[in-house]
C-alpha cells in the first residue's frame, strides 16, 4: 500500500523517540477521491487508532491508514530528503484524487481515472480542468473543459499534443481520438 523509504522510516524513528511509546504515524487522505485532496503524515497516539485502521510495520514504528483513506493511498511513497538548505518530506500518492479502478473495468472509468490522478492534476496549474462526457462506439473520448482551459489559446495544443497522445497511448485498442465539446468563451478566467 504505501512504501517508505529507508530515510524516511530513519526520519519517522527520530521523531517518534520524542513520543509516548506504542505512538505510531498517521497516513491520511483529506477529501479522498476529490479535486481537493490532500495527504497528510501525523502522529496517532496509541488511544487513537481505530478498530479498522490498517496497521502497516516499518523498521522500528508502524503506521496507520484509516479505512476511508486506503484505497486512495495505493501506490503512495513517502520520501525523506536532507540538503544543504534542510529537508524535506515528500509524499506522493498518485490515487489521492480518485480511486485507483481496476484493469478490467469500463473503458470510461479507465480513461476518467488517468484524467483525475494525471491529467487534471497538470491543468490544475493554470486554473483548468478536464471532464469526460462520454466515450463513443468508435472509440471517441468526448472531453469538456472548465475553469483557465475555458477559452484558452492553447486549448488545440492541450487537446492533441496533451490529452489525446496520453490517452492513445494508454489504452491503443480502444480510444481513437478525442474531441471537445466546450463552448470555449474567451475572457479573464482563460490562462492564455
Given at each position: 500500500m504505501i512504501r517508505i523509504s529507508e530515510a524516511a522510516q530513519s526520519h519517522f524513528k527520530k521523531l517518534l523517540a520524542d513520543q509516548p511509546d506504542g505512538t505510531c504515524i498517521r497516513v491520511f487522505v483529506v477529501n479522498p477521491g476529490?479535486?481537493?485532496a490532500e495527504c497528510g503524515v501525523s502522529y496517532c497516539p496509541p488511544d487513537s487508532v481505530e478498530p479498522d485502521d490498517e496497521r502497516l510495520p516499518f523498521n522500528g514504528f508502524d503506521a496507520v491508514v484509516d479505512s476511508g483513506s486506503a484505497p486512495f493511498l495505493e501506490d503512495?511513497?513517502?520520501?525523506?530528503e536532507e540538503q544543504e538548505m534542510g529537508s524535506q518530506l515528500t509524499l506522493?500518492?498518485?490515487n489521492a484524487k480518485a480511486r485507483k479502478v481496476a484493469d478490467d473495468a469500463p473503458l470510461i472509468e479507465r480513461v476518467e481515472y488517468v484524467i483525475q490522478?494525471?491529467?487534471?492534476?497538470?491543468?490544475?496549474s493554470h486554473g483548468g480542468q478536464v471532464m469526460i462526457s462520454e466515450?463513443?462506439?468508435?472509440?471517441v473520448a468526448i472531453l469538456q473543459f472548465g475553469g483557465g482551459c475555458n477559452g484558452c489559446?492553447?486549448?488545440?495544443?492541450?487537446l492533441k499534443n496533451g490529452i489525446e497522445k496520453e490517452l492513445l497511448e494508454r489504452f491503443p485498442e480502444e480510444v481513437k481520438g478525442v474531441r471537445d465539446i466546450t463552448d470555449h468563451e474567451p475572457g479573464e478566467h482563460s490562462y492564455y
Open positions: 476529490m479535486a481537493n503512495a511513497a513517502i520520501d525523506f506522493k500518492a498518485p490522478a494525471e491529467i487534471n492534476p497538470q491543468l490544475a466515450i463513443t462506439d468508435d472509440g489559446s492553447m486549448i488545440d495544443v492541450t
